[in-house]
């Protein structure tokens, strides 16, 4: 099966600007996630989405990131305005959906606010 | 809420030591639990994992992970270590609405 995509790799943004991005799971994949990696510590959950709904983002700061899972399969992760501190690489996940089903994970994408 | 705490950081050891890394998690219910390893430039990947039965599961490369209810803990075992097992390792813990939340992760170099 083809795996979890993420775009881009890479992403240098000045802080203030905005930056997206993109995340395609592996098909039939009904949970997604977006987690925050910065350099030295563990996966943080930002936000997880059931099919198109969303079903923790208790940790998203909502002032500057959004999310959105449209349809229920891509998502999109943006944040506006970006600061410093948000260098970090943006991984996306998904899973079966069925209790306790692994997750499967994307490549990432590197940010990196200057 | 839950959290994951992974006890070692960065650890060095020789091909053929034998290896245990640490997890304790915090967390009053239900719980899966997982060993994640992400090995240099590739993406985060399963390892192994335990939902229910037998304590002691075993995952791939020879690694296996015992479930010590009493003390929270689910550490990460393999008799002898390649030098192919440099990696870091994250320890995750998932409830039941699936929410898995991962440690800060050990660092594993292995001396060839």
């Known amino acids: 099966e083809a795996g979890v995509a993420q775009s881009p790799r890479y992403k240098i943004i000045e802080k203030r600007q905005s930056v997206a991005f993109w995340c395609n799971p592996i098909?039939?994949?009904?949970?997604l996630y977006w987690y925050q990696q910065i350099l030295g510590q563990g996966p943080k959950l930002l936000i997880q989405?059931?099919?198109?709904?969303?079903?923790?983002d208790s940790q998203l700061p909502k002032d500057r990131f959004s999310a959105e899972r449209l349809k229920g399969v891509d998502s999109t992760l943006k944040i506006q305005p970006a600061k410093l501190e948000d260098s970090a690489v943006y991984l996306c996940?998904?899973?079966?959906?069925?209790?306790?089903?692994?997750?499967?994970f994307g490549n990432g994408t590197r940010l990196t606010v200057t | 809420a839950q959290s994951v705490s992974q006890h070692n950081h960065h650890v060095i050891l020789s091909e053929a030591a034998s290896l245990e890394l640490g997890c304790n998690y915090s967390y009053g219910g239900t719980v899966n639990l997982f060993w994640y390893v992400q090995y240099p430039g590739q993406h985060l990947q399963l390892l192994l994992k335990y939902f229910s039965g037998d304590p002691l599961v075993k995952g791939i490369k020879g690694f296996e992970a015992e479930f010590i209810k009493s003390k929270f803990s689910f550490n990460l075992r393999k008799p002898s270590v390649q030098w192919s097992d440099t990696a870091e390792y994250f320890c995750a813990v998932g409830n039941r609405d699936d929410k898995i939340i991962f440690g800060k992760g050990t660092r594993l170099h292995i001396l060839p």
């Open positions: 098909s039939g994949h009904a949970t």
């Open positions: 989405f059931q099919n198109n709904g969303v079903v923790d």
């Open positions: 996940a998904s899973s079966r959906g069925t209790d306790g089903s692994p997750l499967h």
